[in-house]
């Protein structure tokens, strides 16, 4: 019995216990790192992909507006021409067919009088010349006595489609009748132009509702004129908000969408990726991470190893403070075991070294995630941060959001790549131009924004003045003059205050800014 136990006393020695201990240390060490940064990578991808849907929804929404908006100008200015010879049936039919054949806003076009007569059509239909109207739907573009854009609507043609209409007036304001251009929903039209198909490949799609969440256009044909199923954004859109999220598709597949409303017509577009194609990009990530983190690792593993088989009395201090160490918290302990001979120091070295590189790793993934990585500005998601924490203290501030004049004219005319220029040209003369304590981000495509503490209106009108005249003094990357708006809002911090209001006065300020003529700065 004894001598089994002096064999297996001289067998179990402590070396063993420390390389074991050693070993498991830096396998968690290893999966915490990797967790961590799997944390990270999947909040950014899923970060960037909700403001990149969003973006995108946004940007369609503008274009539908503007369409719509060019649509009810382009029959306002029929509605006079018609207006001029109402009595004049060639008149009529020229003006329809010059607008119908004009531009592609309308697959069909008519003129009505009040009677609801038909007194022209384009394409000609000659069933239809000189009918009169008993649809309620049609004679609400008569009853309506202004532009008009009608609901869904689905005549005996079988053709679900949208009116635009716009009252014909005679010169001493009698209505005479109405000019009205109609919108396929469910057949190629100018809303397929508009909106194509989602520019990801991946089970993106498109699709477009109105107020009463019937769908007008779905990449699925079938399903254009039915009732959307019920998801948040359709119901933020039906209050005609704009906004991101993770939502549950009508097949039961998590989307990650933006929407955004077109004020005009009343409709919203919804743009949505699925989260697998968003965080499919996460495996290539988590491999580089895992190429960078295991070399050191098992470096410094085999490192402890080989100090492990000289140490002695030391060891049970190291030991009992690498198992009380957790992932994120201090070295305090292990600085403090005496490391009284070579081997015990180089040991205490060795995990020294490691912690740092671990707290290393999670502080540049903490910076990465909350930097643009084209201006090196904080991102959205760093100014957001820095907003709350503001609030949270109480600390008066003012914001001031600026955005480059004509940006799209830059893209458009020389490529993003001199976008990009420009946009890093800015970044650095905003860089310049803050202080201690003050808060730099980029929180859109061409937009900044600037969070200045403890400073009043008046103090940040006159930083933000000074930033413009430096921008516009300043030589462009490009040929392109370049020029900034800004708007400027103060929070005071009182008990009705609110940071998000104080942030949407500064947004309007700015459009005011680009509403008087682009180049100043607005804070009233």
């Known amino acids: 019995m004894n001598q089994a136990r002096r064999s297996w006393h001289s067998v179990l020695k402590l070396r063993h216990l420390i390389i074991a201990l050693t070993t498991s240390s830096a396998i968690i060490t290893m999966v915490a790192t990797v967790l961590a940064s799997y944390k990270v990578q999947r909040q950014q991808l899923i970060a960037q992909s909700l403001d990149d849907n969003l973006a995108y929804a946004a940007k369609l929404a503008n274009t539908v507006d503007g369409f719509f908006k060019g649509a009810l100008q382009q029959l306002a200015y029929s509605a006079q021409i018609a207006a001029s010879d109402f009595g004049q049936a060639e008149v009529l039919r020229s003006e329809v067919r010059r607008l119908h054949l004009q531009t592609d806003s309308f697959n069909s076009v008519l003129i009505v009088d009040n009677d609801g007569?038909?007194?022209?059509?384009?394409?000609?239909?000659?069933?239809?010349?000189?009918?009169?109207?008993?649809?309620?739907?049609?004679?609400?573009?008569?009853?309506?006595?202004?532009?008009?854009?009608?609901?869904?609507?689905?005549?005996?043609?079988?053709?679900?489609?949208?009116?635009?209409?716009?009252?014909?007036?005679?010169?001493?304001?009698?209505q005479l009748g109405a000019i009205a251009g109609t919108i396929y929903?469910?057949?190629?039209?100018?809303?397929?132009q508009l909106l194509g198909t989602h520019y990801h490949r991946d089970g993106s799609y498109l699709y477009v509702v109105d107020a009463q969440r019937r769908l007008l256009y779905h990449p699925d044909p079938d399903r254009v004129g039915t009732l959307a199923s019920a998801n948040t954004a359709v119901d933020?859109?039906?209050?005609?908000?704009?906004?991101?999220?993770?939502?549950?598709?009508?097949?039961?597949?998590?989307?990650?969408a933006g929407f955004a409303s077109a004020p005009t017509p009343g409709w919203g577009i919804v743009a949505q990726r699925p989260l697998a194609a968003t965080l499919k990009p996460l495996g290539s990530l988590m491999a580089q991470v895992l190429g960078l983190t295991l070399p050191l690792s098992l470096a410094a593993l085999v490192l402890v190893w080989m100090f492990a088989l000289r140490i002695a009395q030391p060891l049970n201090a190291l030991a009992a403070s690498a198992a009380g160490y957790r992932p994120g918290g201090t070295d305090r302990a292990l600085r403090a075991v005496s490391s009284w001979y070579f081997e015990a120091a180089q040991l205490k070295r060795a995990m020294l070294l490691g912690l740092g590189v671990f707290n290393g790793n999670l502080e540049r993934l903490e910076k990465d995630a909350?930097?643009?990585?084209?201006?090196?500005?904080?991102?959205?998601?760093?100014?957001?941060?820095?907003?709350?924490?503001?609030?949270?203290?109480?600390?008066?501030?003012?914001?001031?959001?600026l955005d480059i004049d004509h940006f799209k004219r830059i893209n458009d005319t020389h490529g993003h790549d001199v976008g990009d220029a420009y946009l890093r040209h800015l970044a650095g003369l905003i860089g310049d131009s803050v202080g201690m304590g003050d808060v730099a981000c980029r929180i859109g495509g061409e937009e900044f924004a600037l969070l200045l503490p403890d400073t009043d209106l008046a103090e940040a009108t006159a930083r933000a003045e000074a930033l413009r005249r430096r921008v516009a003094e300043a030589q462009p990357p490009h040929e392109q003059p370049m020029t900034v708006s800004a708007g400027v809002a103060e929070w005071q911090a009182g008990p009705d205050e609110d940071v998000q209001a104080t942030l949407k006065t500064a947004d309007q300020r700015l459009y005011c800014a680009k509403t008087l003529g682009r180049n100043q700065v607005q804070a009233a």
């Open 236 to 256: 933020r859109l039906a209050h005609a908000a704009s906004g991101s999220e993770v939502l549950i598709n009508s097949r039961g597949l998590e989307m990650v």
């Open 185 to 192: 929903l469910k057949q190629k039209s100018v809303l397929h």
């Open 117 to 174: 007569l038909i007194r022209a059509t384009s394409p000609a239909s000659s069933p239809m010349q000189g009918v009169a109207l008993r649809d309620q739907n049609l004679l609400r573009v008569i009853e309506a006595g202004r532009p008009y854009i009608s609901p869904p609507y689905l005549p005996a043609s079988g053709n679900l489609l949208v009116f635009v209409s716009h009252p014909v007036v005679a010169a001493d304001g009698r």
């Open 370 to 401: 909350a930097t643009d990585p084209l201006t090196g500005l904080g991102n959205r998601r760093r100014f957001d941060l820095s907003l709350t924490l503001l609030a949270e203290q109480r600390a008066p501030f003012s914001v001031v959001v």
